[in-house]
């Protein structure tokens, strides 16, 4: 599971995937690419993102050209969260009713990042789903993100892929140290779009979409809603 941790000083444990303290920033990538992370055998080359098309995920019907990979990317009442686990015990995954868009009977999934430390450093992580990917492809990846005000910590929240050579997201015996990363947006009290267009490495079977809330590791939490998750393969 993606664990994306930056820490200056001691690390608390064995991380899968780091993030550049470089590729953090401030503004939604509508247009511009994002940022690969994870260092060791090389990155995904990071494409220029064109802004993510209007996609609205209510009930069954998909809007055209928004066709997406995942399971249950409008978090609908019946649905819930269905399909998002956590990463760890430390993030909670919870339906919230508000919706990017306002649509009747669709809303939101809040991830709240609890891990917390006396240490200076970031901690990023999220809820994930599993996807097929094929090597070599274009994919894009989008989501409406909402950062409530009031919150102790100033985060920031985006979209990670983690790759993966299995084709279930295991990396038991092959392992990965490959990612990507939108740019992350840390506005508070507005939904805004994070996207971010990437070529999915060789010999990778499968890619971990992580919907991501990031946080300095002393605050105790910070949360972030998530709504219409495209992932799309041009």
């Known amino acids: 599971m993606v664990l994306v941790v930056v820490v200056s000083g001691c690390a608390l444990d064995t991380r899968e995937l780091q993030l550049e303290t470089s590729s953090v920033a401030g503004t939604a990538s509508t247009g511009g690419s994002g940022t690969a992370g994870g260092g060791g055998s090389g990155q995904p080359p990071g494409l220029d993102a064109p802004p993510p098309p ?5 009930g069954t019907e998909v809007p055209a050209g928004c066709e997406t990979l995942v399971s249950n990317p409008g978090f609908d009442q019946e649905s819930g969260v269905e ?13 919230r009713k508000q919706d990017a868009t306002g649509v ?3 809303s939101s999934m809040a991830v709240d990042n609890t891990l917390a430390a006396d240490s200076n450093g970031d901690t990023i992580n999220g809820a994930f789903q599993c996807v097929p990917a094929v090597a070599g492809a274009v994919y894009d990846v989008a989501a409406d993100v909402f950062i ?10 985006g979209i990670s892929v983690l790759f993966y050579k299995k084709a279930d997201c295991n990396a038991s015996l092959t392992g990965t140290d490959m990612s990507f990363t939108t740019t992350l947006v840390d506005a508070v ?5 994070v996207a971010g267009r990437f070529i999915v490495p060789d010999d990778m079977l499968s890619m971990e979409i992580t919907l991501v809330s990031g946080k300095p ?8 809603l998530f709504d219409n998750v495209l992932v799309q393969k041009k």
């Open 54 to 58: 209007a996609c609205v995920y209510a």
């Open 217 to 224: 590791f002393r605050p105790l939490s910070f949360t972030a």
């Open 189 to 193: 009290a507005t939904w805004q779009p």
């Open 148 to 157: 409530p005000s009031g919150q102790e910590a100033a985060g920031r929240a």
């Open 104 to 106: 009747l009977h669709s």
């Open 83 to 95: 399909g998002w686990p956590g990463a760890n015990l430390r993030i909670q995954t919870e339906w």
